[in-house]
């Protein structure tokens, strides 16, 4: 890893941001800004140690989110004569902030390695007035009771009784409750002389509480997402306050539009400057007003600004497909792209309009000015690996014999590669990886040849060849759960970008049309500390500044997706944003149509007010509205996802193309239509 350093204006800008949160205790404010957060994360997360973000620091636990840590401290109302317990010690970084404001802090934690690390750092910082023991949290300390206030850092399916009965009378308990260890609200509970009072604070996700009063290990595992799937934050805290100030702010920062044809796009091209790579999201993948908007943008960026290159978060080869016809090629193929699951995210009227553009841009550029259609996904495993025949047929049938033999290692999988990858790794079938990479080098070591007699068809087959060896991969992968296979796919997709970029030459230009989950900075979402990466981390990181990063997003409307996976393509509603999200700040804003800068903003506060992690909504190609706050709401830091944000507030699903059954259909369009 990169030398690290330290934000040593980190515990200023956190105060500060919190500060304009809604945390207004002095005391409280100052001890956040006096305990030493780096100290209490993992070396390498040590940078983003004095952003307002939880951090993993092992046994699927967190240091805690200091706004949450606040709040809760907040709502405990503390004294410096406050006797505390908490459950949940984690790190140690909340037992240390609350024993700035109070009088005795004492600790359970579950996991005896962590408890160890933490009481081991809080000695070495001198916090001599905490007390850490390990045991199970939900049956609280009995030989220290009453506290005053009881803080529990993990959610339960009710107040725990025992930690009920350890209350003084006037004393509080602040806990995550909810039917679910997933659906939670954080609640107060108040000891009074008859009885207790219960306040909800508001929504909230925390880890689950596990022992004897609270989950069983069994319960919360089954709550967990798939491996495969970027897993949610541990916790969310609940969204900052919106009031009218924020919403006033967006107006005054938003550049509003009324129509679609009447995006002030001059403002973006002003700011995407000299980037050499330009990355457009959609916080779905079936909604017409952002695929019209990319287009539309694109379209701007290749006629005045001399983007050559379009690549999507689609198939190599069905891109192919696509780049030929644009350049007046008719192959003669007998496919029809983009027919895969989900056939609507690229096989579209609003994909073919664009196409139809491109082609006759092309059709009147001169050769060095034509503009490439690529794909840079890894799905298509089996046509490529018929891509790569194909070439090898007419140009070196010896090679094209030895390289049939060695892809018959994966043949048998041909419908369904994923079943390739579970048996590969469950042993019931070899790993064809060796010969994958085997007709790559074979590729490789004759590409001055082809290269000087092929040009473009021996990129186009090496970089098919390439992607076998990545499918190969991904599909073992994906097996063994992680955050590997989501990690090489996006690798993948970058590396594929810059083949294209040193293809073209120096100088080129490229725009990249993926979701917003890939064009974001996984650094500033709850991706980067799980150590997972995106293509717009990854170009960033390559290319610094001239890397620029544009997101879209909705409140409601309709969206094209399906309800599981493999099913069909449904004309859904999608719902309101949730309170406290980015979408119901921008919603509240009642500007249906608007640009947001956030590098170069119009208003500078603007980055400030926004920065705050809050709940941010992704629809792919998965829709299901009725657990949505589980399935498509995550934490993030939109100032730092994006460099620009693209807001429409009502949106339309995206308009499918059918699929073709009958090879007879001629192929006048790129589609087959």
């Not at 690290?4 to 105060?15: E, F, K, S, Y």
């Not at 319960?219 to 609940?238: G, L, M, T």
């Not at 027919?339 to 491109?358: G, S």
């Not at 941010?616 to 939109?638: D, K, M």
Request: charged letters at 25%; proline letters at 7%; glycine letters at 10%.
């Amino acid at each position: 890893m990169a030398a690290q350093t330290i934000d040593r204006d980190g515990p200023r800008a956190l105060v500060d941001l919190l500060a304009r949160r809604g945390i207004d205790d002095p005391r409280l404010l100052a001890a956040l800004a006096a305990v030493p957060r780096d100290r209490f994360v993992p070396p390498d997360l040590r940078p983003l140690a004095w952003r307002d973000m939880p951090l993993p620091i092992g046994q699927e636990q967190t240091i805690s989110q200091p706004y949450i840590v606040a709040l809760m401290a907040l709502a405990a109302g503390l004294t410096a004569e406050s006797k505390v317990l908490e459950v949940g010690t984690g790190s140690g970084y909340a037992a240390a902030i609350i024993s700035r404001v109070a009088g005795e802090v004492f600790t359970i934690e579950r996991h005896p390695s962590l408890a160890r690390t933490a009481e081991e750092r809080l000695g070495e910082l001198g916090y001599d007035n905490i007390h850490v023991r390990v045991g199970d949290g939900t049956l609280g300390w009995v030989e220290e009771a009453p506290f005053d206030a009881i803080l529990v850092a993990a959610g339960g399916p009710a107040v725990p009784p025992s930690l009920r009965d350890q209350l003084a009378v006037g004393g509080r308990v602040i806990i995550p409750v909810g039917s679910t260890p997933r659906d939670q609200h954080l609640v107060r509970w108040t000891r009074l002389d008859g009885g207790f009072r219960e306040e909800d604070l508001g929504e909230v996700r925390f880890v689950p509480l596990i022992g004897q009063e609270g989950w069983e290990e069994e319960e919360s595992e089954a709550v967990r997402p798939p491996p495969v799937v970027p897993a949610p934050w541990p916790f969310e805290a609940p969204g900052p306050r919106v009031g009218s100030a924020t919403t006033a702010l967006v107006r005054e920062a938003a550049e509003p539009f009324d129509t679609l044809d009447a995006v002030p796009w001059g403002s973006l091209a002003e700011r995407i400057g000299d980037a050499r790579v330009v990355l457009v999201g959609e916080s779905t993948h079936g909604t017409h007003e952002f695929y019209r908007l990319r287009a539309d943008l694109t379209r701007r960026l290749v006629q005045d600004h001399g983007f050559r290159i379009v690549a999507i978060e689609g198939d190599w080869p069905d891109a192919a497909r696509i780049h030929r016809w644009t350049r007046g090629e008719n192959p003669g193929e007998d496919w029809r792209p983009f027919t895969r699951f989900p056939t609507w995210m690229w096989r579209n009227r609003e994909t073919e309009a664009f196409a139809e553009w491109l082609r006759e841009w092309n059709a009147a550029a001169a050769p060095e000015d034509r503009v490439g259609f690529h794909g840079l996904d890894l799905y298509s495993m089996h046509r490529s690996i018929e891509a790569v025949l194909d070439y090898l047929d007419e140009r070196d049938p010896e090679v094209a014999a030895v390289a049939r033999l060695r892809y018959g290692c994966l043949t048998p999988w041909e419908t369904d590669p994923a079943l390739y990858g579970r048996a590969a790794v469950t042993g019931r079938y070899r790993s064809c990886e060796g010969e994958a990479v085997a007709i790559l080098t074979e590729l490789l070591d004759r590409r001055m040849g082809f290269m000087e007699r092929d040009g473009e068809p021996f990129l186009d087959a090496l970089q098919n060849a390439r992607l076998v060896v990545d499918a190969e991969r991904y599909y073992r992968i994906m097996y063994r759960g992680g955050h590997d296979s989501w990690n090489l796919r996006d690798r993948h997709m970058y590396a594929t970008l810059k083949t294209l970029l040193g293809w073209r030459g120096e100088g080129t230009r490229a725009v990249v049309w993926a979701h917003n989950s890939h064009v974001q900075d996984a650094a500033a979402t709850e991706m980067g500390p799980q150590g997972q990466v995106t293509l717009g981390a990854l170009a960033r990181e390559d290319l610094g500044t001239r890397a620029y990063r544009v997101g879209q997003g909705t409140d409601h409307g309709t969206v094209a997706a399906a309800t599981e996976w493999g099913g069909p393509m449904e004309r859904k509603d999608v719902r309101p944003s949730r309170p406290g999200s980015y979408g119901a700040i921008f919603h509240g804003a009642e500007v249906p149509a608007f640009l947001l800068h956030l590098r170069d903003p119009v208003r500078e506060e603007i980055v400030g007010e926004l920065e705050a992690p809050r709940l941010h909504r992704a629809i792919g190609v998965i829709y299901r509205p009725e657990t949505e706050l589980r399935s498509h709401y995550f934490q993030a830091s939109l100032p730092h996802q994006f460099d620009s944000w693209i807001w429409t507030d009502r949106t339309e699903a995206l308009h499918a193309l059918p699929v073709p059954t009958d090879p007879g259909v001629p192929e006048t369009y790129p589609f087959g239509l």
